[in-house]
């Protein structure tokens, strides 16, 4: 199964022969894309402590120890960022039924992968390209707007339309 969270957008057209996200087969059963992130930005995400990563298919994978979700920096065990795109088993529904309410009263995805991590296997990816958090207000606006200056169909006409707006 495929989960992509909407609040987290990524231009990963520096490799568009390569579709986001990819499993990567048996021994490496489930993933997430991450991203680093500013040491002071941690506690807007959850952060994944790993072990050494590994090669595979030409890419640096790293296997999930643990998963916090939105710790203070001291607490945060990295600086790795999960990002919203997952490729992971009918299972995790399993491991949200049983999961509890955490931060903010609700149930967090991050605490049934960090479940998940532990009983099963969880691996992550670091994210090539540039992402956003749409999920925050500036950040959905720089999202709209450099995703619209690079659209082919009307990125131009847009740009002009930006540049209009200095007068």
Excluded at 25 to 47: K, N
Excluded at 120 to 129: F, K, M, S, Y
Aim: hydrophobic letters at 35%.
């Amino acid at each position: 199964m495929s989960v992509e969270v909407g609040e987290d957008l990524a231009d990963l057209a520096e490799h568009p022969d390569q579709p986001q996200p990819v499993p990567y087969g048996d021994d490496v059963p489930d993933r997430d894309d991450d991203r680093p992130v500013e040491r002071e930005q941690v506690s807007l995400y959850g952060i994944v402590a790993t072990d050494p990563p590994i090669e595979r298919d030409g890419r640096q994978i790293y296997r999930i120890r643990d998963l916090v979700e939105k710790p203070s920096p001291e607490e945060a065990p990295s600086t790795l960022a999960v990002v919203g795109r997952y490729v992971l088993p009918g299972e995790i529904f399993d491991y949200l039924e049983r999961t509890e309410p955490g931060r903010g009263g609700e149930i967090q995805l991050t605490d049934a992968l960090r479940q998940l991590a532990k009983e099963r296997g969880l691996w992550a990816v670091v994210c090539e390209g540039k992402s956003y958090d749409a999920g925050d207000k500036l950040g959905f606006l720089q999202a709209t707007v450099e995703i619209a200056m690079e659209n082919p169909e009307f990125g131009e006409a847009f740009r002009t339309w930006l540049r209009s707006l200095k007068a």
